[in-house]
């Protein structure tokens, strides 16, 4: 569902996981409406709508005559939003599609366990989005 | 703020028996500043429309403002737009005659800008007009149209005969060039998907009327695919009204519309479905078809 909605949404998501994954830092400019229009390629008032969400879910804020900011606490806000809604997002169709294949509940666990064994082998930090 | 554009009941029927009605009752208004797609079938008066908003054709009813002056023959209106037709004719010139006569007749000309495009399109200056290739026509249309730097910018199939690489240097020479000098630009155009992005409002002909005047935004997602096996894609569209269906063995894709909703997203979940959005094209295609078209046109459209 991710890429079909309408282009300002795509915009402020991908803006909102940058602000998640801590590409876009706390207290860093935002791109500008102009530059976000040339760079995806879309007409800025779609740019301006995307960055007026980000206002809105209190992401970013306005510095008057300078530019649009990642707002103070931003990022744990999404992280605690995120966090709640990990179950629905993610486990539940984990689930639903382990049921449809037949998987056990023990093949289940195994398979996530072995994920995060091979995610700590990786990575010994907390892994950063690649997107 | 008076629109840019602002078109009240225009209609033309060419006279004679069984006149052909080229436009009927088309009401619409265009602020500026805006990109707005004028989308519609070959020879469903998006080029009438454009000659009359430039006071080059004649309504047989309604009227057009611009910037609140009926263009038509007044010549402070006049300088404040332009018109590139996709089958513009020049009279005998070489390119750079043609650039140097537009640069006199458009107060904003921005010369340094159509050197550029000139050189991005590899436009020979001292060429005859009469002489150029098709794309390089349609290229030459986009260089006066962008340079003019006209406060009503309307661009008549601007790229059609144009290979990729080209249009797509034109979208981007039509973006930067509008971020830094916002005003308003109408574009008709058969490869709608191309421009969809650009766009913040289309405006859809079809035999003379306007179908469709909406938001892109709003337009987008107002109509999905679904797909699955047909049991479940019936009852995933019941009560919703359907554009058009179409089986393969066991499994059927139906057009639908309305927006979705979170309910609907985990019933096409559950049901295996597989749920996509029309694109602008598709849903301009569909509001073309009368019986569906109202359908698609967004409540609170203004």
Redesign the interface.
């Known amino acids: ?1 991710r890429d ?5 949404a795509q915009i402020a998501d991908r803006l909102t996981d940058e602000v998640a994954d801590g590409t876009l830092a706390e207290g860093e400019r935002i791109p500008s409406t ?1 530059e976000l ?2 760079f ?7 740019a301006a ?1 995307a960055l007026s969400v980000l206002v809105d879910e209190g992401i970013a804020e306005k510095r008057r005559g300078v530019g649009m900011f990642v707002a103070a606490g931003a990022r744990e806000r999404l992280m605690r939003v995120r966090r709640r809604q990990f179950a629905d997002s993610y486990v539940r ?1 984990l689930v639903t599609e382990a049921h449809r294949l037949g998987l056990g509940r023990q093949e289940l666990l195994a398979l996530v366990r072995d994920e995060l064994a091979d995610l700590a082998a990786a990575a010994p930090a907390p892994a950063r989005s690649t997107s | 703020m008076t629109p840019a554009i602002a078109v009240a009941g225009l209609g033309l029927r060419y006279p004679g028996r069984g006149g052909h009605q080229a436009l009927s009752e088309v009401s619409f208004e265009i602020p500026s500043p805006s990109i707005v797609g004028l989308l519609g079938r070959n020879g469903a008066g998006k080029t009438t429309l454009l000659r009359i908003l430039t006071g080059q054709g004649f309504a047989s009813t309604g009227s057009v403002r611009v910037f609140g002056s009926p263009p038509l023959e007044r010549d402070a209106v006049l300088r404040r737009m332009v018109l590139i037709r996709e089958d513009q004719t020049y009279p005998d010139l070489k390119i750079e005659q043609a650039l140097a006569a537009a640069a006199l007749f458009h107060p904003n000309w921005d010369a340094a800008l159509a050197a550029t495009l000139l050189d991005a399109y590899e436009l020979p200056v001292r060429r005859s007009i009469k002489k150029l290739s098709r794309g390089m026509r349609a290229a030459l249309g986009i260089v006066l149209g962008l340079a003019a730097h006209a406060e009503v910018t309307l661009l008549d199939e601007p790229v059609a005969g144009l290979d990729a690489v080209v249009r797509d240097m034109f979208y981007q020479h039509l973006l930067a060039d509008y971020t830094a000098h916002p005003r308003c630009i109408v574009l008709s155009t058969h490869l709608i998907d191309e421009v969809a992005d650009l766009l913040e409002r289309v405006l859809v002909i079809d035999h003379g009327r306007l179908v469709i005047d909406a938001l892109t935004d709003d337009l987008r997602g107002n109509a999905v695919t679904v797909t699955g096996r047909t049991a479940d894609v019936d009852r995933f569209v019941a009560d919703r009204a359907t554009l058009s269906r179409r089986a393969l063995g066991a499994r059927t894709t139906v057009v639908m519309a309305g927006r979705l909703d979170q309910r609907d997203r985990q019933l096409a979940e559950h049901l295996h479905l597989d749920v996509d959005y029309l694109t602008l094209q598709q849903l301009a295609m569909h509001a073309v078809d009368s019986a569906a078209g109202a359908t698609l046109i967004p409540t609170g459209a203004s």
């Open positions: 569902m079909s909605g309408p282009i300002f102009n229009a040339t995806h390629r879309v007409n800025p008032a779609t709508r169709p």
